[in-house]
């Protein structure tokens, strides 16, 4: 099947995709992972985060299969205009010379390229080999209306990203940055000590927005451009990413280990299950990038075992380095950036190491903030497309780049709250992409796929989840999860 695809770029084995996948699902969500277990409290946090992984590998697989329906769709629709072109073609020939043409003549010339598109489409239809976004999936099964929503859920998810990145940055700079000599590192950063000195008269809060306001200067522009993330960038930043992580566990296990953990977490603590919530669902989306990791992967026989595999290995993963956290480190002094805890000037962490993973978010986000904005501005462009039309000049270059970059960057000067930040974006944006819209689309995939290949038709990278009950108990959580994180909101802001 290699040679069929010719637009997703060079082919990998399945262990390079499960790699792939490992890498896209453990990012900037879970740094705020060990806060959002200290106060949530550990047994209930392992019970949701293995919870919340089991429905995020069930969505994964609906995804999986309506890529899969999508394929089968479009080459249904190749196959139906050779079909058209054939009969068209027979159709010309008959009035050019009608004599000659038996009435045998004309019945095969019109069944059987019919014929041959079912024999055609009973070999494998469902397979994998083209790359079909989730825009399109939903402008294929979903109606005006759906689609709309689609981009919308979207584009609040990115925006949400956008202000997360805006904010990891900047905090990371005054937490490596801000030292008036005498405090002791990593208990004096955070939100409740905004106000103390970092150069002089300069207060901490000001650094962060001084640092903000740089970070928008360079980055901000390349809104305004395309680019595009290189083989290489996504290397350098992987090998980053596991340097840092497997530097946090191996430092918490070693101050645990000598009997200098610090952490006394309580089993169950019901006013952070909020966060916790918005925290781990955001950790675990993979959905919406789905389709460009996928599709490359050369052989898929496999496909649906390698994503439990990816799930049980990001599981563990989460756990080791949420446990060794918590443990070593007590809930009030942990960091909403949990790398924060090791920058400085931190007596157990080698100067190196703590200036590393302070500076690790800033290398590893600033790289991929200009390709979220532009993602971001070409949903925009895309949600308010109309056929046959062209945007002008100032609108496509100058309005469209503003209404990406400016609403992040203003969320992020009024708050430096990464863990709320994260947790609202995970809790409503993130429930609707990783829940609501996986649902949607298999369901309807499903449908269409009956019309077009018949009930009896057997998509072959269809979801162990099949049952339609499935579905609707996905969707009766995602609406559960967002009365239960609107109804905690309020409460808590009630209670201010």
């Known amino acids: 099947m290699a040679g069929e695809i010719t637009d997703t770029g060079e082919l990998y084995s399945p262990f390079v995709g499960l790699i792939y996948m490992f890498n896209l699902i453990v990012g900037t969500g879970a740094l705020t992972m060990p806060k959002a277990f200290a106060n949530a409290g550990w047994l209930v946090s392992l019970i949701l985060i293995i919870f919340l992984a089991f429905m995020s590998y069930m969505t994964t697989t609906f995804v999986v299969e309506a890529m899969a329906a999508a394929n089968a ?5 190749r196959w139906e205009k050779e079909v058209v072109s054939s009969v068209s073609e027979a159709d ?25 598109v079912q024999r055609r489409g009973l070999s494998s239809p469902f397979e994998i080999v083209e790359r079909v ?36 940055v900047p905090l990371s700079l005054v937490q490596v940055t801000c030292f008036t000599g005498n405090e002791s590192c990593g208990t004096q950063a955070g939100e409740k000590n905004d106000t103390d000195a970092c150069w002089g008269n300069i207060r901490r809060i000001d650094a962060y927005r001084i640092y903000l306001a740089v970070f928008t200067l360079f980055l901000g522009p390349f809104t305004f451009f395309n680019v595009q993330k290189t083989k290489y960038l996504q290397i350098l930043t992987s090998l980053m990413r596991w340097i840092a992580f497997i530097s946090m566990i191996v430092i918490a296990l070693i101050r645990i280990g000598e009997g200098k953990g610090e952490g006394k977490p309580p089993m169950a603590d019901a006013s952070g299950i909020r966060n916790l919530f918005g925290v781990c669902v955001y950790s675990f989306m993979c959905q919406h990038s789905l389709p460009s990791l ?26 080791l380095l949420c446990f060794t956290a918590i443990f070593c480190f007590s809930s009030g002094s942990l960091m909403d950036m949990y790398t924060l805890n090791f920058s400085g000037c931190r007596p157990f962490v080698p100067a190196a190491i703590g200036y590393f993973l302070g500076l690790f978010p800033v290398f590893t986000i600033s790289t991929n903030f200009p390709i979220i904005a532009v993602t971001l501005r070409n949903n925009w462009k895309t949600l308010f497309y109309r056929d046959g039309g062209t945007y002008p000049w100032f609108v496509d270059r100058v309005v469209f780049p503003l209404i990406t970059l400016v609403p992040p960057i203003l969320v992020a000067f009024c708050t430096n709250h990464l863990e709320i930040l994260v ?35 057997r998509n072959k990278h269809r979801s162990p989840f099949k049952q339609v009950g499935w579905v609707w108990f996905v969707l009766l959580w995602a609406f559960s999860c967002f009365i239960y994180v609107t109804a905690n909101i309020i409460l808590t802001d009630g209670n201010l």
Request: hydrophobic fraction near 40%.
């Open 294 to 319: 996928i599709t490359p992967i050369s052989r898929k026989k496999h496909l649906t075992g390698l994503v439990l595999l990816d799930y049980v290995l990001v599981l563990s993963f989460y756990s």
């Open 92 to 116: 010309s020939s008959e009035n050019s010379d009608n004599e000659s043409l038996s009435p045998d003549g004309y019945e095969n010339s019109e069944v059987q390229p019919i014929l041959s």
């Open 133 to 168: 976004e989730m825009g399109q999936m939903a402008s294929m099964f979903f109606n005006k209306v759906g689609v709309n929503l689609f981009y919308l859920c979207i584009i609040i998810y990115l925006y949400g990203d956008l202000a997360i990145y805006a904010t990891a």
């Open 423 to 457: 947790s609202v974006t995970g809790a409503y944006a993130g429930n609707g992409i990783q829940y609501v819209i996986p649902a949607f689309l298999v369901f309807c995939s499903r449908k269409d796929s009956a019309l077009v290949y018949g009930p009896d038709s």
């Open 73 to 77: 769709q479009l080459r249904w629709k």
